[in-house]
């Protein structure tokens, strides 16, 4: 799957090589904050564990995976955007609702940036035939869901979301 540049931003499949930049963006306290409570990430934990999820998920022709974005005009890495089933490590993915998910660097916030990547990589799907959409966040999480809501989802039901790495209630956005 190819995604074509928006407005602002580029974007590039990440793969193991991209360590280095999957680190980089785990070691602001502030954007880990609802994903772990703040705690950054070694090298060892994106090495032993982050790689080897990605890769679980990862399938470049149905654009499952990690989108690296970039600015077009200083060609900046800011963020990252999820694309895999629903529920993937749970009991009961859905391969047929894909959700999306973001990570982005502090210093990108407030500029747009994770919805106009969001929804550059979902007009992408749309494309190759995917229809139904999901994204979680923790109920706390108001950024996140603001960018849901202006992706055109709405809420359909809180859950708790358990896997072998993460385990917490949150709330689930669908269109």
């Known amino acids: 799957m190819h995604i074509k540049d928006s407005a602002r931003l580029s974007y590039h499949y990440i793969t193991e090589a991209d360590?280095?930049?999957?680190?980089?963006?785990?070691?602001?306290?502030?954007?880990m904050k609802y994903i772990n409570g703040g705690k950054k990430s070694?090298?060892?934990?994106?090495?032993d564990i982050f790689i080897p999820r990605l890769t679980a998920f990862s399938n470049p022709a149905f654009g499952w995976g990690l989108?690296?974005?970039?600015t077009l005009d200083t060609k900046e890495s800011i963020g990252w955007i999820l694309v895999r089933p629903f529920g993937f490590f749970t009991q009961h993915?859905?391969?047929?609702?894909?959700?999306?998910?973001?990570?982005?660097l502090r210093s990108?916030?407030?500029?747009?940036?994770?919805?106009?990547?969001?929804?550059?990589?979902?007009?992408?799907?749309?494309?190759?035939?995917?229809?139904?959409?999901s994204a979680i966040a923790?109920?706390?999480n108001s950024a996140s869901i603001n960018i849901m809501k202006k992706l055109g989802m709405t809420f359909s039901h809180e859950?708790?979301?358990?896997?072998?790495?993460?385990?917490?209630?949150?709330?689930?956005?669908t269109d």
Do not use: C
């Open 138 to 140: 923790k109920p706390e």
């Open 67 to 70: 989108w690296r974005v970039e």
């Open 42 to 47: 070694s090298k060892e934990d994106i090495r």
């Open 93 to 104: 993915p859905e391969t047929d609702n894909i959700e999306l998910g973001w990570r982005f």
């Open 108 to 133: 990108s916030w407030g500029h747009g940036y994770a919805t106009e990547a969001a929804m550059a990589v979902k007009d992408a799907l749309y494309e190759i035939g995917i229809e139904k959409f």
């Open 19 to 31: 360590e280095d930049f999957l680190w980089e963006l785990d070691q602001d306290e502030l954007v």
């Open 159 to 173: 859950l708790e979301y358990k896997d072998k790495v993460f385990h917490d209630t949150v709330v689930v956005y």
